[in-house]
Each structure stands twice: as C-alpha cells, then as structure tokens.
C-alpha cells in the first residue's frame, strides 16, 4: 500500500505522463539554465493580456531570479516531451502560508487539465511540508481563473486598490476537491482504499 502522499503525487506524474507531460521543480539549477525560455514564456503570456488586465506588465530578469522565501521548493513547471514549458508556477511562503505568484499555461495547451494537476501537485507538496493554507491575488476581470479557482475550494478573502482579489484556500480541501473534478471528468473510478490513512 502507497503513503497518502505517494498516492498524490504518483497518480499527477502518471496522468501527466499519459498526457505526454513531466512536472519538475523550478530550484536554482533550472532558472540558470533555462532563465530565457522562462521569461519568454512567461512575458508571453503577459504580453497575450497586457491589454487586458491593468497589472500584467513584462517582468524583469532579476523576478525571475529572486528566490524570495523558499520560492526554490515550491515553484513547479510542467514540459512537453521536447521540454517546452507548458504550464510555469511560481510558488513562495508567505508566513504559514504558501503563496501563489503566478500560474500560466501555453494557450495552445488550455483546458487539458494542468492547471488541475499542478494544483493537485502543489498541494501535496504543501502538505507533505506542514502548510495548510495557499493565497494568491488575482484580476478581478480574470472570470475564467477566478471560477477555476473557487470551483477547487479557493475563496474571497479581500480586495486590494479596486484591481485584485485575495483567494485563499484550505490544502486539504482544495485537494480533496480538485481530485474529484478531476475523476468526474475523466470518468475514473479511483477508490479512496488504494492507500493507507
Ligand atoms: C487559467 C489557466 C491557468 C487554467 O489552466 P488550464 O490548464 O487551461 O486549466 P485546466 O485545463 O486544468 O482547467 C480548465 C478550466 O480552466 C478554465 N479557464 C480559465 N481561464 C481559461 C483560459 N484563458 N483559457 C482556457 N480555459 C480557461 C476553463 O474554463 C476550464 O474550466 P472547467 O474545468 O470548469 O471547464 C490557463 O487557462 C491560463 O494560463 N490562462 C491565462 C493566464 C491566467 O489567467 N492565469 C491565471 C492567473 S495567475
């Protein structure tokens, strides 16, 4: 019988693989190296919604540089076969609490369920580290994100300068929760006794 967490994080890996995916962290060794894929994915994306939401603004190299609190354990990035970036996270701890800085995924690559496995992913990853909450600020205009997120348990926290909405949500509870959609969709049937408690 597999821990809790091997269960999670073999069952994002094994999905993944099927989709013809890898998911990795993003530590100090991957940023030197792929430093320029990483901004250009990422400035892509901004650049795709510049006029769109006020705060998405091109990021500096040193952002991408700064490992801020523990950003180095809990960033992750999700590669194709020929290890394009698909989907790029970064993730620091603020406090007791793990925040989310930014989740971006290759718009060719949309709807396909990574942003559903990394979360499934990074929630483990928190657990398995004794956090219990994740945050994060989004557009108030990002609808599609914001539905995504309160659908796998985030909630309204506060507002911030009339633009961004703080979601918080429990690791657990998002976890529980993103597995079961992620079940329904895919019409699996995976019982809960293939691990121990
Ligand atoms: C939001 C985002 C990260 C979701 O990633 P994803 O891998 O496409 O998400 P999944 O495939 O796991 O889930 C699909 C869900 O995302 C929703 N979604 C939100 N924004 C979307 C977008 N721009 N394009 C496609 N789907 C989007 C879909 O409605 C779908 O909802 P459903 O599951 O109820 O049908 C991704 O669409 C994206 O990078 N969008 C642009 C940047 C952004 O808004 N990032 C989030 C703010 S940090």
Not at 45 to 71: A, D, G, H, S, V
Request: overall charge neutral.
């Amino acid at each position: 019988m597999k821990s809790e967490s091997s269960f999670y994080h073999d069952f994002v890996d094994q999905e993944l693989v099927k989709k013809g995916f890898t998911i990795k962290l993003i530590n100090e060794d991957y940023i030197a190296t792929r430093i320029l894929d990483c901004i250009s994915f990422v400035n892509g994306i901004l650049e795709e919604y510049q006029n769109t939401y006020n705060l998405w603004t091109p990021k500096p190299r040193e952002w991408f540089l700064n490992p801020m609190i523990r950003k180095w354990e809990f960033s992750l990035v999700i590669e194709d076969l020929k290890n394009q970036i698909a989907l790029f996270n970064f993730t620091s701890v603020y406090g007791e609490l793990l925040h989310n800085h930014c989740t971006y995924v290759n718009r060719n690559l949309r709807g396909l369920g990574l942003a559903k496995l990394h979360m499934l992913k990074i929630c483990q990853l928190g657990l398995d580290n004794g956090f219990k909450k994740y945050e994060g600020y989004w557009d108030k205009h990002n609808n599609g994100s914001l539905i995504l997120h309160l659908k796998m348990g985030f909630m309204i926290e506060s507002f911030r300068k009339n633009e961004q909405l703080l979601l918080v949500g429990d690791l657990l509870d998002i976890r529980n929760k993103v597995f079961n959609i992620y079940e329904k969709e895919n019409s699996y049937i995976i019982k809960s006794d293939l691990f121990d408690k």
